[in-house]
């Protein structure tokens, strides 16, 4: 690059890459805005299938919109034979989230996946994944335990249906209201490191299933959406209330990393955390089990006395997945079920007006040097 001088700026950190309309993050009045509304106020007055039309079509629907998206997302759950033989023979001991990323791209070859991939046709697939990740997850979570799938039953609601096909029965309301304001508060988040994967693979005018399954790869990465299995990890180690303070304490001493904690945007506090707590505990108090609730909250103070550092949506999403009955492996592909429509609207958006990728980077290896004989290499590595 000549004699210029090029900063690099690693992990992007306060490069604004494009312009959006899906989400804004306000972090001085810490909150979160879905287009526009305020995401606590989305998850107490709005089930997740509102909040998915809202982030794909722009606004929240009316009836008849509610009505047919529902309607939609209800006759394309089920998967092809091709797609559960996928699930089915993935080996011994795989992560979910490799199944995941692993059915989702044989999604992209069958036949309901084919055709223009305009502004309707993303549209029209993008709906189609939202019905059918779930029906994805809960056939692997079965599975792995031995147990054959549930087909999906169109008679019941987007949350309701995703217990049933894990568990066979759905809980009570009040259990059901907190996984599905779970789903709204992870469904965007801005150019984060899925999103902006999807984003860059979409910019090369690939297709969508490519983008999800990129944004999947890095999804399951434990500084992204494997944070929250890593918190419950900590929490069972942990064990007890009377033992989390010396444990944190030991950790930290030890420099190990605090999972669930701090946040590269919000300087001030997770703005979805409240939110999130909140229904932990009503989780927690309808089930009459508040075990790791008190760790959390140990852990939580430890941490903030120590190092000044609030948890994030992570922290307290880890235990209420558990409360709920779903296994650690569950919760990442859980985690790319709700954020499935945020995704989508960044690809539809990044297509509206695309221009490639590519950065540049600043070159530090050596200057211009001659090709030696091979006889007269020294043989000596400069790679670190």
Not at 185 to 210: I, K, M, P, Q, W
Not at 271 to 283: C, G, K
Request: proline letters at 7%; aromatic letters at 8%; hydrophobic letters at 40%.
């Amino acid at each position: 690059m000549g004699d210029e001088t090029f900063r690099a700026k690693r992990g992007l950190e306060g490069v604004i890459f494009d312009e959006t309309s899906i989400s804004e993050v306000l972090v001085e009045q810490r909150k979160l805005l879905y287009r526009g509304y305020a995401v606590p106020d989305l998850a107490e007055h709005c089930s997740f299938d509102e909040v998915a039309f809202l982030l794909l079509h722009g606004d929240l629907p009316n009836t008849d919109e509610r009505s047919g998206f529902c309607d939609r997302e209800r006759k394309n759950r089920a998967l092809d034979e091709g797609t559960l033989g996928i699930l089915r023979d993935a080996p011994d001991g795989h992560r979910p989230m490799d199944a995941l990323r692993t059915a989702v791209s044989h999604l992209g070859m069958t036949a309901e996946f084919r055709g223009p991939e305009d502004a309707e046709g993303l549209l029209r697939k993008s709906e189609l994944l939202l019905a059918k990740l779930p029906t994805v997850v809960a056939a692997d979570r079965r599975l792995r335990l031995g147990q054959e799938p549930i087909a999906p039953n169109p008679d019941l609601p987007m949350a309701e249906n995703f217990f049933s096909m894990t568990f066979g029965a759905a809980p009570g309301p009040e259990l059901v209201k907190a996984f599905d304001a779970s789903l709204t508060l992870y469904a965007e988040h801005g150019f984060n490191a899925s999103t902006f994967s999807a984003r860059v693979v979409a910019s090369s005018l690939s297709d969508l299933c490519s983008a999800i399954t990129a944004a999947i790869g890095s999804l399951k990465g434990p500084l992204h959406g494997g944070a929250n299995e890593a918190v419950m990890e900590m929490i069972g180690e942990i064990g007890s209330p009377d033992r989390a303070r010396e444990w944190v304490l030991g950790a930290l001493a030890e420099r190990r990393k605090i999972m669930g904690f701090g946040h590269r945007v919000y300087r001030l506090g997770d703005s979805r955390v409240p939110t999130m707590r909140l229904y932990r505990d009503r989780v927690a108090e309808a089930i009459g089990d508040d075990r790791w609730i008190k760790i959390s909250d140990v852990v939580e103070r430890t941490v903030a006395e120590r190092k000044g550092i609030p948890p994030n949506l992570d922290f307290p999403a880890g235990p209420t997945y558990a409360l709920l009955g779903f296994d650690p492996g569950m919760f990442t592909p859980i985690f790319a079920m709700a954020r499935l429509p945020g995704w989508c609207a960044h690809v539809i958006e990044q297509l509206a007006s695309n221009r490639i990728v590519r950065p540049l980077g600043a070159y530090v290896g050596p200057p211009e040097r001659p090709v030696l004989p091979i006889e007269a290499r020294s043989g000596r590595s400069t790679r670190p």
